[in-house]
């Protein structure tokens, strides 16, 4: 069905309030008109949105488990059509099985949660009552059909095959049990302008010199006027299109406008957001029309497989791509709007994420969310809507009806420089590979031909990939092609795992149960109830299917390798201490690898952790906790995602290595510093380098040539005792005072010791530009600093401060002026230290560390 393009004279009257909603018995209500009889309680809703989100505003929700699957849901509202002879009713995504009556007239019967519906109302009653019927899934899920080839355990209920609908709320082992059932997409009646836009095909391409942007547009006139002239508009830039007549009476336009030297897009970590505006003008001969047509921008993308890899290129330049696997902030009502994406893409953006993964499991997102990642600069990992199952795909009425979901999809993504890769499916050939399937039943013809088909037809610019594993002798093989990595994680590899396994591009990895903060456990823990084996806490601890542990095991494991204790007598003896370990273990591991593969002499292109963000309050596999406040390990991850980092690795015999990496277009001049230090305060050497590190590139420095004599900086050799327990690489612009990058090794390892003074003072003031800035110093090694000050948001927390340093931090107010208040407290520190406010103003600029 077309797109409905917003243009001169399109009214649309968006249908949000004054809704409705009942629940009845499967099948006990067949038409509106006996919804009265039934005797039911209605409650208000709102749409966009689900039965869940309605039900938790009525205060009738919670996240305690909920079949929605199990019952009818009527929505209702009492409407009048525009007075125009044109007028369509519009819904962008009903969920899932629904029926669309205007009084008892049936207009409408959508089987798919993930296709725009358009319904012509000419001809009907003006006042009118819009019913849509939601029908129980149960109920088509029990139907008798073919068996699939492969059973999954992702799902309870096989036959969620057949329905095209999202896994969210239907599986059981780790996501919340609240089906999506409702109009969770607006819904809005359009009236018609003087033209109709049929369809719009919008290409934006790169030439030598030359941007390029390709229109070929299908439209209808009003009747009683014509088309005379038709010109596309990049900015200001115009140009003319030849006008045609269609087989169906259509006007077709089409034509290209080259503009000379456009300003490219990148990635945030690379470089620019240009956006250029497009508009379609049209003379009617005494009246013109304008059709916004969106947003494009010019870049060019291209995959390498060199050597069996994957790796993207951006405008030439390789890209080492970074983020995570995206959940809708709220998965209750699944809401869309750029009020509530910007938030959490804003904080990946701020994490150094440049990439964002929409995985098989979720839902096609809504346009704000590729604006803004257009906007942000952020890359979108696409897949398509299948997961780990045997779909249907030989069935005709499936097959057209996926098909026809494909093309609603790129068709509105179309002008998106955001999107990087379209990718078949989560984890189905892995899940039938890892079964013992032979390989021709890993996929099919619709993976295989139909999707890369529409992909090629609507985006050429962008790879396809078969699926999200996939590439090696076997799928999951991280090896070669996209894998998805658990080595370190859920499989309790060492952390030297994450090299031996020479991981290529993996848009999947790194999944743990990362502990939020005190704030976030007090609002879901009953009163008085600690962490741990209480079952409101390990309800929300994620698991596998079947397995016999949870992601909690696995933060154990780490914990206990990491800083040689045991979890299980911790979290019984000192369940405060078990909680600080544990949001740094995770932190700690995360970093570490993502260190590895980003540093020089990696054959890893990309990295995308699984989750950024909860689905609910707990310890989740997100980085940010479902109430939007980033977690211990996120600030981890921010600080290895950054354009311009510094990574320490142990290479045994041959010393430590210092890995300087700079994203940027300008090369980086600076000074790199290393020191050691032994008991975490004596500093026993350090010396000094000038380095270049050119743009968009690694530099590897050997701490052998910092030094340039031997020191056993690895401690590998062991001639006697350790003569340092730390070391702290530093790269500072020349002339600056503090570092601008940092990276912290400890060649022992990290152990449980905690001291009772570490000399740590910690200062808040306002500067001359009415900033709040947080200043810690420590005379002796403050490691994984937690920052407890209410009202403000923090740019930095968790990080190591080194013997005789700083860190300055800048506070953002969170709707609040009021002084910072609160205390700080390292790992290695008995007690917190409370922070001062200084009245004296000073100049933080620059300072951030």
């Known amino acids: ?58 205060k009738q929700s919670t996240f305690e488990p909920q079949d929605l699957d199990a019952s009818d849901f009527w929505f209702c509202r009492d409407s009048v059509l525009p007075e125009h002879l044109s007028v369509q009713l519009s819904f962008e995504g009903l969920a899932t099985r629904a029926d669309v009556y205007w009084n008892d007239q049936l207009l409408l019967q959508s089987a798919s949660m993930f296709l725009e519906q358009h319904i012509d109302m000419a001809g009907l ?7 849509i019927h939601f029908k129980a899934l149960n109920q088509e899920l029990a139907l ?59 290409r934006a391409s790169l030439s030598g010199e030359h941007g390029l942007v390709h229109a070929k547009i299908e439209m209808h006139a009003k009747p009683g006027q014509e088309i005379l002239h038709a010109a596309l508009m990049v900015n200001d830039q115009r140009s003319s299109l030849d006008l045609k007549l269609g087989p169906s009476g259509q006007v077709v ?43 494009v921008g010019f870049r060019r993308l291209a995959l390498s497989q060199e050597d069996g890899g994957f790796g993207l290129e951006v405008n030439g330049v390789p890209v080492f791509c970074r983020g995570a696997c995206w959940t809708p902030p709220d998965v209750m009502s699944l809401g869309g709007t750029d009020a509530e994406l910007r938030p959490t893409l804003l904080a990946a953006r701020d994490a150094g994420m440049n990439m964002i993964r929409v995985g098989g499991t ?69 899940q039938a590979a890892m079964l013992g399937l032979g390989k021709e039943l890993w996929t099919n013809d619709f993976f295989a031909q139909t999707l890369p088909e529409l992909c090629a037809k609507f985006r050429p610019d962008v790879p396809y990939w078969p699926s999200s594993p996939s590439g090696g002798v076997l799928p999951f093989q991280v090896d070669s092609g996209v894998s998805h990595y658990y080595g370190v994680g859920a499989y309790l590899r060492p952390l030297e795992d994450a090299r031996r396994s020479d991981v290529r591009f993996t848009s999947e990895c790194l999944g743990f149960s990362n502990v939020p903060d005190d704030v976030t456990i007090d609002a879901f823990m009953p009163d008085g109830q600690a962490p741990g084996h209480h079952p ?74 699984w989750f950024l963000r909860d689905l609910r309050l707990g310890a989740g596999w997100g980085l940010i906790d479902a109430s939007g406040r980033p977690k211990a390990a996120y600030y981890y991850a921010r600080r290895s995602m950054q ?93 600056a005072e503090r570092p601008q990058v940092e990276a912290f090794h400890f060649p022992l390892g990290f152990g449980d010791v905690m001291h009772g003074d570490l000399g740590v003072e910690a200062k808040a003031c ?52 009021a002084k910072p208040s609160g205390s700080v407290l390292p790992l290695n520190a008995r007690q917190e230290t409370k922070i001062i406010w200084t009245q004296a103003a000073k100049d933080q600029a620059g300072g951030a560390s």
């Open 144 to 202: 008798k059909r073919p068996r699939p080839r492969w059973r999954t355990r992702l799902v309870e209920k096989q036959q969620l095959r057949w329905i095209r609908t999202t896994l969210l709320g239907r599986i059981p082992s780790w996501a919340p049990h609240h089906a999506s059932v409702g109009p969770y997409r607006p819904a809005a009646l359009v009236t018609k302008g003087l033209v109709s836009i049929d369809v719009a095909d919008i």
């Open 766 to 817: 306002q500067d001359a530009a009415g900033d709040w800035w947080l200043t810690i110093r420590s005379r002796k090694l403050a490691q994984s600093v937690a920052i407890d000050v209410q009202g403000f948001a923090l740019e930095d927390h968790f990080f190591h401060v080194a013997p005789g340093g700083e860190k300055a931090l800048r506070l953002r107010p969170l709707g609040s002026h």
């Open 253 to 295: 336009a089409s034509g290209e406008l080259r503009t000379l030297s456009p300003r490219l897009w990148w990635p945030h970590t690379h470089g620019e957001q240009a956006l250029y505006q497009l508009r379609l003008l049209l003379d009617l001969g005494g009246a013109e029309v304008q059709v916004d047509l969106g947003k």
């Open 536 to 609: 409101v806490w390990k309800e929300r601890v994620p698991r596998d299917s079947g397995a016999g542990w949870d992601f909690e095991d696995v933060r154990d494991h780490y914990m206990r390798s990491l800083f040689k204790v045991d979890p299980a007598a911790l979290r019984y003896s000192d369940p405060a201490r078990y909680l600080q370990l544990a949001r740094v273990t995770t932190g700690e591991v995360i970093g570490a690898t993502l260190g590895e593969w980003r540093r020089f002499g990696s054959r890893c292109r990309g990295a995308l952790l």
């Open 125 to 131: 009653p003006r006042s009118g009552r819009l019913s």
């Open 643 to 735: 354009a311009l980092a510094l990574f320490i690795s142990d290479e045994g015999l041959n010393g430590l290595v210092i890995h300087a990496v700079n994203e940027s277009a300008e090369p980086y001049h600076g000074r790199l510093e290393l020191s050691l230090y032994r008991h975490g305060e004596v500093r026993t050497a350090t010396a000094t380098k000038a380095v270049t590190v050119a743009p968009r590139s690694t530099l590897a420095v050997r701490a052998d040539a910092i030094f340039e004599h031997f020191l056993d900086t690895a401690y590998a050799y062991r001639f006697g005792p350790a003569g340092h327990d730390l070391a702290v690489a530093a790269m500072r612009l020349e002339g």
């Open 1 to 58: 069905m077309a797109r409905i393009w917003s243009c001169d004279g399109v009214n649309r009257e968006e249908l949000a309030a004054g809704w409705t909603f009942a629940s009845v018995a499967p099948g006990s209500v067949s038409r509106p008109s006996d919804l009265h009889a039934a005797n039911l309680r209605w409650l208000e809703a709102q749409v966009p949105g689900t039965v869940a989100s309605a039900l938790r505003q009525a």
């Open 362 to 430: 979720m839902i096609y997102e809504s346009d704000a969310f590729y604006r803004l990642c257009d906007e942000l600069g952020i890359l979108v990992w696409q897949d398509f809507m299948f997961a780990n199952m045997d779909y249907p795909v030989t069935d005709a009425a499936f097959a057209n009806m996926v098909r026809t979901e494909a093309e609603q999809f790129l068709d509105r993504i179309q002008t998106s420089p955001c999107l990087a890769v379209l990718c078949g499916s989560s984890e189905v050939e892995q």
